[in-house]
């Protein structure tokens, strides 16, 4: 009869089910409506929901005002004013309102169940990005992953482990500091590459990620592309002249990487069989509402909320800026200099998984 019972729920709730077995009643639920049973997130800061705050690094935002918007107006380590596409992914499929960091040494197995955030402010698909910034790179995020399947596994078995690494989905955001950072503000990769070739190098070292996620269980993974970089408000002022246009070097980069990173994932798909990897664009979404703005109920596009908004991110946002900042981020496209605002991850983020979730069951 238990087993006829279990065998009816729909994945998400037969993990719940395992987990209570397992653990011998303990409160351990999987939202009900759940499309996925968990969201996996690993890249940079676009999804780092705090992991940075437990590295020595100075690629940090746990301080005002970061998360202004946020539940009670706390800084938790999100680089921007409020919620981040990692939590809106959450909350779009019915797991969880938000999804925490995987160092938060707070976390409880409900956590773990309904997925973490391994992503790192300043990470790259190359490891130089990762490295010159001190923060976790894609190859530190897999051993941390690692991790956490034996702690699933610790509650699930092997078999029902398996199946829920293979149900859960994988979002992943990474590429946008190998080319602002690396390539065009150190001579680390420019002295022996030229643009073409590395992207070539950076996109071989996605390549290799993807495979290694792969074979550690990942079946359904949503990859976002590299966003118009030329157009955040700091490249605006570092490249883009005068009147702080778009730096149109950083943007044919973008388009540039974006191209060979979905040929590549192209070619995964077709080799690694069951692997569903959609790639998502976000560079037309993100250059459409700037170009657009009143459309989408912006009324800033070329600088940020915090400061001036035209060279604040990180550390250099402040206590100090706060004076100078805007009283309603959600009139900004972008939070600092470097991060869209609340407001524009939500919409973007909807815009996403509306056009891309069929392609991932």
């Not at 993100?286 to 600088?303: C, D, M, R, T, W």
Request: charge should be negative.
């Amino acid at each position: 009869m238990m087993f006829l019972l279990y065998s009816s729920l729909s994945g998400a709730l037969k993990f719940s089910v395992l987990a209570l077995l397992f653990y011998g009643g303990c409160e351990v639920t999987v939202a009900k409506n759940a499309t996925f049973p968990a969201l996996i997130a690993f890249g940079d800061s676009i999804l780092d929901s705090g992991n940075n705050n437990y590295l020595s690094t100075i690629v940090k935002c746990d301080f005002p005002p970061y998360g202004r918007d946020f539940q009670e107006g706390k800084p938790t380590g999100r680089f921007c004013n409020g919620k981040i596409p990692s939590d809106f992914s959450a909350e779009f499929y019915g797991i969880k309102e938000l999804l925490p960091p995987y160092l938060d040494p707070n976390l409880q197995l409900q956590d773990l169940l309904t997925g973490v955030s391994f992503a790192s402010g300043g990470a790259g698909y190359d490891p130089l990005t990762a490295k010159i910034d001190s923060v976790l790179s894609l190859s530190d995020q897999l051993e941390l992953f690692k991790k956490y399947k034996e702690k699933i596994k610790s509650a699930l078995g092997d078999e029902q482990t398996v199946t829920f690494l293979s149900e859960a989905l994988f979002l992943i955001c990474c590429g946008s500091n190998d080319i602002a950072n690396t390539y065009f503000s150190t001579s680390r990769r420019s002295t022996h590459y030229d643009i073409d070739s590395y992207t070539d190098l950076a996109v071989n070292y996605a390549s290799q990620f993807f495979q290694e996620l792969y074979g550690l269980g990942a079946r359904r993974v949503l990859v976002v592309e590299l966003p118009p970089i030329g157009c955040v408000p700091l490249q605006r002022t570092l490249g883009g002249g005068l009147t702080r246009g778009c730096a149109n070097k950083l943007n044919h980069a973008a388009l540039l990487y974006n191209s060979k990173l979905s040929a590549q994932m192209d070619s995964l798909k077709n080799s690694l069989p069951g692997f569903k990897i959609v790639y998502a664009d976000v560079y037309n979404p993100l250059l459409s509402i700037i170009q657009n703005a009143k459309q989408y109920g912006f009324e800033e596009v070329n600088k940020g909320c915090c400061g001036t908004g035209n060279i604040e991110a990180g550390i250099l946002c402040n206590h100090l800026s706060d004076e100078q900042s805007c009283t309603d981020a959600s009139k900004f496209v972008f939070w600092d200099s470097y991060h869209p605002s609340e407001k524009a991850y939500e919409i973007l983020t909807t815009m996403i998984l509306n056009q891309h979730t069929k392609e991932l069951l």
